[in-house]
C-alpha cells in the first residue's frame, strides 16, 4: 500500500512543481511520514527531491538565465547556510499553540507561522489587481535569493519564494521553470551538506526499492509536465503559483504541513 500511494503522491507533485517551482517535498514528506518515522520520511524525501532535480536539470537546465541564476543563486546559498544553522537553533522552541481538527492533534511552531506569513503577503500581492498586481522588480533578486535561501535552510520552503520573486525577472515559462531548477539544485546542495549527518546513510539502506519507486515515479511526473508545458501560458503558470502560494502559505499557518 505504502508503495502506492508514496509514488502516487510522487508523480502527481512533482508535475505540478515543473510549473509552479515548489511542492514535491511539502506533499511528499508528510505522506512518507504516514509509513515511517518523521526522520526516515525527511531524509527520504530530501533524495527523491535532490534526484528530481537533477533529472529535471538534464530536461531543462539549457534554457535557464544565467544573469538570473548567479544574481539569485549566489546569495540563496550562503543564506541556505545560515538557514540550516539556525534550524539547530531554534527547533527546540515550543509551538505557539496547539488545537484538534477531527481528532488529530495539530502544533505551529514559530518558523511555520512565519514563513507561512511571508508567503501569504507574497502570494497576494502576485494575485491581487490594480496597480498592486506588479511583480517585484528584478532589483530585488539578490534580496529574493538571500529570503529564498534562508527560509529553506531553516524550513525547507525556499521553492514558494524563490517562485515568488521569479515572476517578476521578466522570463518566460520555458527560462521560468530552467531558471526555478537550476537554482533548487544549487540550494539543495547546499543545505544538504549541513543536513547530511543529521540521518546518515541508513535511510538508503534501510528502503531503497521504495526510495527508487518514488524517484522514478518523480521522475516520470516530471516528464508528463514537459510535455504539457508547451501548451499553457506564461499567465496560467502565473496563476497556478499565486494559487499555490495561497494554499501552502495557508497550511503552514494552520499546521497542517
Not at 517535498?25 to 524525501?45: D, I, K, Q, R
Not at 537550476?182 to 538508503?204: K, N
Request: net charge positive.
Amino acid at each position: 500500500m505504502e508503495y502506492l500511494v508514496i509514488c502516487l503522491t510522487a508523480l502527481a507533485a512533482s508535475g505540478l512543481t515543473l510549473f509552479s517551482g515548489f511542492g514535491l517535498g511539502t506533499v511528499l514528506a508528510p505522506v512518507m511520514a504516514l509509513f515511517f518515522p518523521v526522520e526516515t520520511a525527511v531524509a527520504a524525501t530530501a533524495v527523491v527531491h535532490f534526484a528530481n532535480n537533477l533529472f529535471k536539470l538534464a530536461l531543462f537546465g539549457r534554457r535557464a538565465d544565467l544573469s538570473v541564476v548567479l544574481r539569485f543563486g549566489i546569495p540563496a546559498m550562503l543564506a541556505s547556510l545560515a538557514g540550516a544553522w539556525a534550524l539547530v537553533r531554534v527547533s527546540g522552541l515550543p509551538p505557539l499553540y496547539r488545537y484538534t481538527l477531527y481528532g488529530n492533534a495539530l502544533e505551529v511552531a514559530p518558523v511555520k507561522l512565519l514563513v507561512g506569513v511571508l508567503i501569504l503577503f507574497f502570494a497576494v500581492r502576485e494575485l491581487r489587481g490594480g496597480k498592486g498586481a506588479r511583480p517585484h522588480p528584478a532589483s530585488w533578486l539578490p534580496l529574493g535569493g538571500i529570503v529564498s535561501g534562508f527560509f529553506g535552510g531553516l524550513s525547507g520552503n525556499q521553492g514558494a519564494f524563490r517562485s515568488a520573486f521569479l515572476l517578476g525577472a521578466g522570463l518566460g515559462k520555458e527560462a521560468f521553470v530552467a531558471t526555478g531548477v537550476v537554482l533548487a539544485c544549487l540550494v539543495d546542495a547546499a543545505r544538504l551538506t549541513v543536513y547530511a549527518g543529521l540521518t546518515g546513510p541508513g535511510v538508503l539502506r534501510g528502503n531503497p526499492g521504495l526510495i527508487a519507486a518514488a524517484t522514478l515515479s518523480a521522475f516520470l511526473g516530471a516528464f508528463i509536465g514537459a510535455r504539457v508545458l508547451g501548451k499553457v501560458t506564461i499567465t496560467a503558470v502565473r496563476r497556478l503559483v499565486g494559487g499555490m502560494l495561497v494554499t501552502l502559505a495557508a497550511a503552514l499557518c494552520l499546521g497542517l504541513v
